[in-house]
T-cell receptor, first 111, second 111 residues
Framework: KQEVTQIPAALSVPEGENLVLNCSFTDSAIYNLQWFRQDPGKGLTSLLLIQSSQREQTSGRLNASLDKSSGRSTLYIAASQPGDSATYLCAVIGNAGKSTFGDGTTLTVKP | KAGVTQTPRYLIKTRGQQVTLSCSPISGHRSVSWYQQTPGQGLQFLFEYFSETQRNKGNFPGRFSGRQFSNSRSEMNVSTLELGDSALYLC??????????FGPGTRLTVT
């Protein structure tokens, strides 16, 4: 059974800092790994997708890496802004559409 | 392309009643998966449908069921509602189940 853990559970940083969010998973037989952002009471917005054959993906100030052998992914956010405040979730996508989510990291960026 | 739509957005039901939620995927997507999100349990996978067939199912009681129609729209039904079923129900669409696009969710409150 796939288990996904995200550390830290919460993070508070001053504006402008670079930060790293961590996601670990127990079963390396994954199809894709997807990072999402969720604002309070809202749905999930996809940030980055890393296919199992890839090592990293970048979009603007975001960079996600994947190390299947160690069961880890990181989401790097550069030059954080107050608008980045949200909960960040990683999802490990297996075969036949089954996805397992971590509990998320709640990020607060202080002006 | 229009995004994933979910109806209704908010719902209040009484314990013991049943409820049906609807999800319309992005045009061309054949996979629809459902998730329950609660503060205590996080985001949990309910089931996934692809071309009208359930391919995968999470660990939920039989009161939770779903189906998918030939146009890929999906419905989720919960019978004999319990207070603990109060949650945000999210659906995600995907071409084949590999990249998830989420809808805004349906907030269900059971009183």
């Amino acid at each position: 059974k796939q288990e996904v853990t995200q550390i830290p559970a919460a993070l508070s940083v001053p504006e402008g800092e670079n930060l790293v969010l961590n996601c670990s998973f127990t079963d390396s037989a994954i199809y894709n790994l997807q990072w999402f952002r969720q604002d309070p009471g809202k749905g999930l917005t996809s940030l980055l997708l890393i296919q199992s054959s890839q090592r990293e993906q970048t979009s603007g100030r975001l960079n996600a890496s994947l190390d299947k052998s160690s069961g880890r992914s990181t989401l790097y956010i550069a030059a954080s802004q107050p608008g980045d405040s949200a909960t960040y979730l990683c999802a490990v996508i297996g075969n036949a559409g089954k996805s397992t989510f971590g509990d998320g990291t709640t990020l607060t960026v202080k002006p | 392309k229009a995004g994933v739509t979910q109806t209704p957005r908010y719902l209040i039901k009484t314990r013991g009643q049943q409820v049906t939620l609807s999800c319309s995927p992005i045009s061309g997507h054949r996979s629809v998966s459902w998730y329950q999100q609660t503060p205590g349990q996080g985001l949990q996978f309910l089931f996934e449908y692809f071309s009208e067939t359930q391919r995968n199912k999470g660990n939920f009681p039989g009161r939770f069921s779903g189906r998918q129609f030939s146009n890929s729209r999906s419905e989720m039904n919960v019978s004999t509602l319990e207070l603990g079923d109060s949650a945000l129900y999210l659906c995600a669409s995907s071409l084949t189940g590999d990249i998830l696009h989420f809808g805004p969710g349906t907030r269900l409150t059971v009183t």
